[in-house]
């Protein structure tokens, strides 16, 4: 293996060498160095094959827009597929591994499809995949995902931790070059709140690879003592490793910082990834400029580089792009190159230049004038190039080719909140509209053409922001020997007489026929091209390749570049791992769980908890010997209605309603009237929309003459607070009302059952008899002679002589604990939510199963409820709709099988006795369903057409998933008790 | 009678960094309050002679606390008082790292939060009512239910700071 | 859509922290006639542009605002707790 890394030079540590392999070969580089970096210092230029056609590729870039040099790194749950190796920061153990390939890099099956090509090209998908139409799920889909993708994701968790953060700052520089060292200086010394993000592992940009003098140092010299101010700047916040890749609404910007992507084991108290939402008062985008393959036959041969990675690799990294080079430029940048080479020793062969009037060059290569070159040769790696100049074709034996198309100023972030890019005919670039607001653009991203003029243009931005902020700033100025000034390229898109296939999109193989194809095709729009050839639709989303084809759908339609225009810029500017998305939100961060104050009481009596929106609610309490859980269910049910059960209420919602218009402002929220509930009672409430349907029911108490304690169901414990807050605030601000969410503050347990009385009297200082606290009591009650004040509320959700009970929170589990002592002589048991839901359609009680948005008061039998007298009340004026009475309208009823051993489930529908199963046969559905253990028989309720009119009669539960039938009848409601007389024994 | 205990919803060791100090409070008295806003200094005289700190909580509304149970606050009828001594759990939170710790569950900036200064929002997916007592020192008041998920929120924020 | 939000009570806040009931309409008096009521239930323009919408700062002060703002661009015009709001 031939060592391609100079002797001197660069920012690498040559004491520090780190081992690492790639495809499973061993290979060391240094500290500083990227995987690309170190795979070229060692030879290695075949890095991958490319996607449609498996051509060889190697590395084309030093940065963000790497097309070619895509790889999978680390094992495991770490494995990270298409990461670019000109982004990698070299580790001690790193493990990279090739893609796109079988069965290895070298010898690669898929390349095959190069000889198919004729048939691969543009529109390939649309055209060759129609017909047969059986095909395409046999053959040609599981063929296309085969062929395709780049890297495969693992199937193992991420060990990792990611997190999100957010920042606020009166500036955000994007950008460590010469302009956004500039802006982040002058507002930092200004005393600005200055964020400085950088993608790359070492601040500078350009810099970096620069061997210009600024200032009487080397330009990296002069970075580093830049960084080294804004370090000891309080104000400033330094964010390498962060790509800013998102510019949204508010002037909010999104970052990704890689914080642990460059060790072998991350530290596990810190996350890899950390995702910035960034609050910016202004934002000053220093994001430089990428630099345009061109466009000739085998452009994508290893060995062939933009001219500025090449330049960077020499300079920055210290490592020669080959043994005899060759530089193919539009523009000053290669020149760069030029004399950057043969300064460093490396053979450098001819400049080839397609303009006639180059600047002067004082080395020792050939300078080619009017020439272009046609093809590269060498599959593999390079070996020769054809060069046509003065109407004559020459080859050269060259191993390495830089080349410059111009350069695109990387405007991306400036266009993400709808801003189209505008094309300049001067600098031959598309920029960035100059009517932005909340952001600032500084260097060449504007089309700065040096470091003096992207200093100058950074600090001048800043300065104006200073000011504008009431700081005075100081300009800052630099003063630059050996720069090659770079004045604009002319464009050259089309290159005659190629030979092979040049590229435009290497990433998604995309050559110079399929724009011209897509073109004559009728698919020349810029928008319709991009899907047509799927040009830019990579995970590099077309950074080196857009500006390109529409240079090429602009030449191929006879028009500029300015009137094919850009396709829409999108965040994000670089991919993003789905961990820095969601952050720290999984596992048990997923979502917050709520947990109720006698959560620990029901798990000591063994409780199977369910997921109820965020709460843990206990199900049921298996005790020893049960195996199924209706079996638990079942026995809960018959000893709450033969002795007495305790229930964890506490997740209902409750709601303090206090103020001087209390009264009134209840009884304009509930359909039923509340003006003349006494205190200490309380009342079933039926809350309705303003369309008429119901919204939720609880029951409120009256506690005091403007003091009201309502409860809503646990699913709509929040919806109803912002509604009553929505009514107070926005509809009534002239009430005198507040309202508070006691939810948390009480724990509230429902004790039900023949014995609930006697067990309650225990711990309650007061008489409870029926004639003390008959049903619908509701009262503030002192319990175990005074130590605790509760409240008590003689309500029913079963149908037996019951009671809720609310006690302080952090009383709750001894409250609970007491009761259940007080209560096992008379059989006492816990209950959980399914028992509790047994017992309601045993008693015919609505829930939002039958709640669901589609139902009147009128349909679930509470028609009388709702008030004639009230003047308003929410809901009121459309539930006065003709068509709301109708007597067609899905009704409640009860629903049993004709045969008791016959099941059926919640969703099922109804028909007619002998009716086909058909839409317009529809007589309504199974809203719940149970098994009840009193009936020994399953009961449901359902919404039928006319139900309450139709008890008695025969029809059939249709399930249409499962295709049953099941004979049964239509009843009433009510299952069990319908006198009502265990309510009030 | 049995014998009633109370149980405080954390019941957590207090989690401690050179930088980062979080530790469960007692939970003593907290009553949510409202009236009108030019009533505030009738209110904060009352507080006062109670032994209650008062805490902004938004247009119209405070909150009244105390390390110590069961204290009273009696107010002329203007105002409306709810107990939440046992629906609201507070978290002290404490250190140099504090800022950085709560910005990565929290979007309000904290360099112009001024010592004194209450406001609730949003920590990652729990609702969070934040007051800050001194530079390097603030107190979180959540709902009761929600606190063991927001101490396991904190915990997770400020893992890269804890002693472990 | 807005990032921010500029709540009048506890100042710039994310959007995370609200919700968003709809337009801003006034409801009618109780006695208004039907088709008023049905307009102000069900009927909604869906303009590019300027529009008014309820928002609820409901994970921080729980007041109700109404939010004026662009729907093409996003750029939130006003923003004032409801109960000062004039009825239009
Ligand atoms: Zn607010």
């Known amino acids: 293996m031939t060592s391609y890394r100079l002797n001197q030079g660069g920012l690498v540590d040559r004491a520090t060498t780190l081992d690492f392999t790639f495809d499973g070969r061993s290979f060391t580089g240094h500290a500083g160095d990227t995987l690309a970096s170190a795979l070229l210092a060692n030879g290695q230029r075949l890095v991958g094959r490319s996607f449609k056609y498996h051509r060889p590729r190697g590395i084309l870039t030093a940065g963000a827009a790497e097309p070619n040099a895509l790889m999978t790194i680390g094992s495991g749950g770490r494995t990270e597929p298409n990461t670019r190796a000109t982004m990698q920061e070299l580790y001690a153990g790193l493990e990279a591994v090739s893609q796109n390939r079988w069965p290895s890099l070298d010898r690669d099956v898929g390349a095959l499809n190069s000889l198919l090509s004729p048939f691969l090209g543009a529109g390939f998908y649309y055209k060759t995949f129609m017909w047969p139409a059986a095909f395409w799920e046999k053959l040609y889909e599981p063929f296309i995902r085969k062929a395709a993708g780049l890297g495969r994701a693992t199937y193992e968790a991420d060990p990792d931790a990611y997190e999100k953060v957010w920042a606020h700052c009166d500036l955000l520089v994007v950008g460590s070059g010469p302009a956004g060292l500039s802006s982040a200086l002058t507002a930092g010394r200004a005393g600005l709140r200055v964020i400085l993000a950088d993608e790359h592992h070492a601040l500078g940009g350009s810099l970096l690879s620069e061997t210009a003098v600024i200032d009487g140092v080397s330009a990296p010299e002069f970075s580093a003592r830049c960084v080294e101010e804004l370090r000891s700047l309080p104000n400033v916040r330094l964010l390498p490793r962060t790509t800013v890749l998102g510019w949204f609404d508010s002037n909010v910007f999104g970052a990704l910082e890689r914080v642990q992507k460059h060790v072998a084991v991350p530290a596990a108290n810190r996350p890899v990834e950390r995702f910035w939402r960034i609050a910016a008062k202004h934002a000053i985008l220093a994001t430089g400029a990428e630099e345009r393959p061109l466009v000739f036959g085998g452009n994508d041969t290893p060995g062939v580089m933009t001219a500025t990675a090449m330049r960077s690799y020499l300079n920055r990294f210290g490592v020669a792009p080959g043994k005899k080079v060759a530089i193919f430029t539009t523009n000053n940048s290669g020149y760069a190159l030029g004399s950057d080479l043969e300064s460093a020793g490396v053979a450098l062969t001819a400049i080839i230049d397609s303009r006639a009037d180059g600047p002067a060059y004082s080395g020792q290569a050939r300078i080619i004038r009017n020439a272009v070159v046609t093809d590269a040769f060498g599959g593999k790696s390079l070996t020769s190039i054809r060069i046509k100049h003065d109407g004559r074709f020459e080859t050269m034996d060259v191993d390495a080719l830089g080349m410059s198309g111009g350069f695109s100023p990387v405007i991306h972030l400036a266009l993400h909140r709808g801003g189209k890019a505008q094309w300049s005919d001067e600098r031959a670039a598309f920029l960035a509209p100059d009517d932005l607001k909340g952001i600032a653009l500084a260097g060449s991203v504007t089309g700065a053409g040096n470091i003096a003029e992207s200093v100058a243009q950074g600090s001048t931005q800043a300065a104006g922001l200073a000011s504008m902020m009431g700081k005075s700033a100081a300009a800052m100025s630099a003063s630059v020997e050996g720069e090659m000034e770079n004045r604009p390229s002319r464009p050259l898109w089309f290159i005659p007489d190629v030979i092979g296939k040049a590229f435009v999109d290497f990433q998604n193989d995309v050559h110079r026929a399929d724009l011209k194809l897509a073109a004559q095709e009728g698919y020349g729009h810029v928008e319709l091209a991009k899907r047509y050839t799927t040009n830019g639709m990579a995970t590099d989303q077309g950074k080196l390749s857009n500006v390109n084809a529409i240079g090429l759908l602009a030449q191929a339609r006879g028009l500029s570049p300015a009137e094919v225009g850009t396709t829409t810029f999108r965040p994000f500017y670089t991919p993003v791992s789905f961990g820095a998305l969601s952050g720290a939100s999984k596992g048990k961060h997923f979502q917050p769980v709520r947990k109720s104050p006698l959560h620990d009481w029901a798990a000591k009596h063994g409780a199977v908890f369910v997921d109820t929106g965020l709460w843990y609610r206990s199900a049921w309490f298996p005790r020893e010997g049960e195996t199924a859980w209706r079996e638990s269910v079942d026995r809960e049910v018959l000893n709450v209605r033969s002795n007495a059960g305790l229930c964890d209420v506490s997740m209902l919602g409750k709601i303090e309603i206090t103020g001087r218009d209390a009264t009134t402002f209840v009884d304009r929220v509930y359909a039923n009237g509340f003006a003349k509930l006494p205190v200490g009672k309380a009342r079933y409430g039926l809350m309705l929309r303003e369309d008429g349907m119901i919204y939720d029911d609880g029951t409120t108490s009256r506690l005091g003459e403007n003091r009201y304690y309502m409860t809503t169901t646990t699913a709509y414990a929040a919806p109803v607070m912002s509604h009553l807050e929505f009514c107070a605030q926005a509809l009534w601000p002239e009430l005198d009302v507040r309202l508070a969410s006691v939810t948390d503050q009480w724990a509230q347990m429902a004790i039900a059952g023949p014995k609930a009385r006697t067990i309650l009297q225990g711990i309650v200082d007061e008489d409870i008899s029926e004639a003390a606290f008959g049903f619908l009591a509701a009262r503030e009650v002192s319990l175990f002679g005074g130590k605790l004040t509760g409240m008590l509320f003689r309500i029913s959700f079963s149908g037996e002589l019951a009671y809720e009970i609310a006690v302080p929170a952090g009383y709750g589990e001894s409250v609970a604990d007491a009761l259940m002592a007080l209560g096992e002589p008379h059989g006492i048991c816990a209950y959980g939510v399914e028992a509790l839901g047994v017992m309601r359609v045993e008693k015919g009680f609505i829930t939002h199963s039958e709640i669901n948005g589609t139902v009147t008061p009128a349909d679930v039998g509470l028609g009388k409820m709702v008030s004639r007298t009230k003047q308003d009340f929410i809901g009121k004026q459309m539930l006065s709709r003709e068509g709301l009475s109708h007597p067609s309208r899905l009704r409640l009823a009860g629903v049993m099988p004709l045969d008791p051993a016959h099941t059926f489930k919640g969703g099922a529908h109804i028909l007619s006795k002998g009716a086909e199963a058909t839409l317009e046969n529809d007589q309504g559905y199974v809203t719940s369903y149970a098994w009840s253990p009193t009936l020994q028989s399953p009961i449901a309720l359902a919404l039928i057409v006319n139900g309450p009119d139709r008890h008695g009669e025969e029809v059939v539960v249709w399930n249409g998933l499962l295709n049953e039938f099941t004979p049964a009848r239509i009843c009433d409601p009510v299952f069990f008790d319908p006198a009502n007389e265990k309510l009030h024994a | 009678m049995p014998d009633l205990i109370h149980r405080p919803a954390l019941t957590k060791e207090p989690l401690v960094g050179e930088r980062i100090r979080l530790a469960p409070m007692p939970e003593g008295t907290l009553l949510e309050v409202r009236g009108p806003q030019a009533e505030l200094p009738a209110l904060e005289a009352a507080a006062d002679a109670a032994g209650l700190v008062i805490r902004t909580n938004g247009p119209d509304q405070w909150f009244a606390i105390s390390g110590q149970p069961m204290l009273r606050l009696d107010l002329p009828d203007i105002f409306s008082v709810t107990d939440q001594s046992h629906g609201r759990v507070r978290i002290a939170m404490e250190g140099a790292a504090v800022d950085d710790v709560l910005a990565k569950g929290m979007a309000v900036d904290l360099f112009d939060f001024k010592i004194g200064a209450a406001t609730t929002a949003l920590i990652g997916h729990i609702t969070t009512h934040i007051a800050r007592l001194d530079r390097d020192r603030f107190e979180l008041t959540v709902l009761r239910s929600f606190a063991e998920s927001l101490w396991h929120d904190l915990e997770t924020m400020s893992a890269e700071f804890l002693d472990r | ?88």
């Open chain 3, 1 to 88: 859509m807005a990032s921010l939000i500029t709540c009048p009570h506890c100042g710039q806040r994310p959007k995370e922290e609200f919700a968003i009931k709809g337009a801003a309409l006034a409801r009618p008096a109780p006695d208004a006639p039907q088709g008023e009521w049905y307009d102000y239930v069900f009927l909604r323009t869906n303009p590019r542009g300027r529009y008014e919408e309820y928002w609820h700062h409901v994970s921080g002060c729980r007041r109700w605002l109404v939010v004026t703002r662009d729907t093409a661009s996003h750029a939130v015009e006003d923003c004032r707790d409801a109960a000062e709001r004039a009825p239009t």
